[in-house]
Antibody, heavy 118, light 113 residues
Framework: QVQLQESGPGPVKPSGTLSLTCAVSGASISSSNSWTWIRQPPGKGLEWIGEIYHSGNTNYNPSLKSRVTISIDKSKNQFSLKVTSVTAADTAVYYC???????????WGQGTMVTVSS | DIVMTQSPDSLAVSLGERATINCKSSQSVLYTSNNKDHLAWYQQKPGQPPKLLIYWASIRETGVPDRFSGSGSGTDFTLTISSLQAEDVAVYYCQQYYSTPRTFGQGTKVEIK
């Protein structure tokens, strides 16, 4: 059974960089075509941040593209998210997910709350 | 970007009654090459990640009760819960996977009347 687990350093200061990692267990990270980051501000809806293919190619949401980098580390079976120049608007639960067996997000991590605050 | 708009924002339904949620996309999500609508539905309970219910607009994910059904094509879609159970209290989202950026509806909160 494939499982995803997000991890990160906790609170981030405004103008700083948010860094998260998603560890994949139960399968090789190469077994899915792509891996995705999605976020959800408190009490709000879901926003697709971007995706990375096991080839290393990426797609990003244009609304965040200039600040976002998604990378993959096959040796550690994980993928990562960096968001630069964060503001309070980046405060959200961040989920990693994958269209593993379907072409939609059928696997999700539990999510990790990231608060941007001074 | 394809804008997904759900209606209503919330609804309260009696136990055992039908709940209907609508989702409209700003452009068609039907791929003519495979004749499939790239539309999914998710259920999210408090403190949990979304759970996939329906994909290709009408295909139930494995393990999803058959009281959940999806219908529609092109730009207009519906999620129906035929007989609402207490455990169905949640927020429901539609999502298009026709193009990037993938986009979600704003969510519909379903409660018990």
């Amino acid at each position: 059974q494939v499982q995803l687990q997000e991890s990160g350093p906790g609170p981030v200061k405004p103008s700083g960089t948010l860094s998260l990692t998603c560890a994949v267990s139960g399968a090789s990270i190469s077994s899915s075509n792509s891996w995705t980051w999605i976020r959800q501000p408190p009490g709000k809806g879901l926003e697709w941040i971007g995706e990375i293919y096991h080839s290393g190619n990426t797609n990003y949401n244009p609304s965040l593209k200039s600040r976002v980098t998604i990378s993959i580390d096959k040796s550690k079976n994980q993928f990562s998210l960096k968001v630069t120049s964060v503001t309070a608007a980046d405060t959200a639960v961040y989920y990693c997910a994958s269209p593993y067996d379907r072409e939609v997000f059928d696997i999700w991590g539990q999510g990790t709350m990231v608060t941007v605050s001074s | 970007d394809i804008v997904m708009t759900q209606s209503p924002d919330s609804l309260a339904v009696s136990l055992g009654e039908r709940a209907t949620i609508n989702c409209k996309s700003s452009q068609s999500v039907l791929y003519t090459s495979n004749n499939k609508d790239h539309l999914a539905w998710y259920q999210q309970k408090p403190g949990q990640p979304p759970k996939l219910l329906i994909y290709w607009a009408s295909i139930r994910e494995t393990g999803v009760p058959d009281r959940f059904s999806g219908s529609g094509s092109g730009t207009d879609f519906t999620l129906t819960i035929s007989s609402l159970q207490a455990e169905d209290v949640a927020v429901y989202y539609c999502q298009q996977y026709y193009s990037t950026p993938r986009t979600f509806g704003q969510g519909t909160k379903v409660e018990i009347k």
